[in-house]
């Protein structure tokens, strides 16, 4: 059973860097056609994709927040990571590290509140 952990700062000051990294446990972020994912909930809003890693370490973004996203890996520690920069108080959100494969999202992290606020 695959299960993944967010972990990072719950309180992030604008302008700084959002940094979270996703845990992984029973399972590889290799094995082929799978793709890791973070994605966020904004107060009222609905579940937004923020970008993704592949098996192959390739990375996609969404569109909206690729000037400020980077997401990499560390397949050593079966980790990967998102960083947001220049946050203002809009990225305030619940955090989702998730597996997709199969095209459908296989297994999600509990999720971690980021607050930015100075």
């Known amino acids: 059973q695959v299960q993944l952990q967010e972990s990072g700062p719950g309180l992030v000051k604008p302008s700084e860097t959002l940094s979270l990294t996703c845990i992984v446990s029973?399972?590889?972020?290799?094995?082929?056609?799978?793709?890791w994912s973070w994605s966020r909930q904004s107060p009222g809003k609905g579940l937004d994709w923020i970008g993704s890693?592949?098996?192959?370490?390739?990375?996609y973004y969404s569109p909206s927040l690729k000037s400020r996203t980077s997401i990499s890996r560390d397949t050593s520690k079966n980790q990967f990571s998102l960083q947001l920069s220049s946050v203002t108080p809009e990225d305030t959100a619940i955090y989702y590290c998730?597996?997709?494969?199969?095209?459908?999202?296989?297994?999600w992290g509990r999720g971690t509140q980021v607050t930015v606020s100075s």
């Open positions: 998730a597996n997709y494969y199969g095209g459908h999202y296989a297994y």
């Open positions: 029973g399972g590889s972020l290799t094995p082929k056609y799978h793709a």
């Open positions: 890693i592949d098996y192959e370490g390739d990375t």
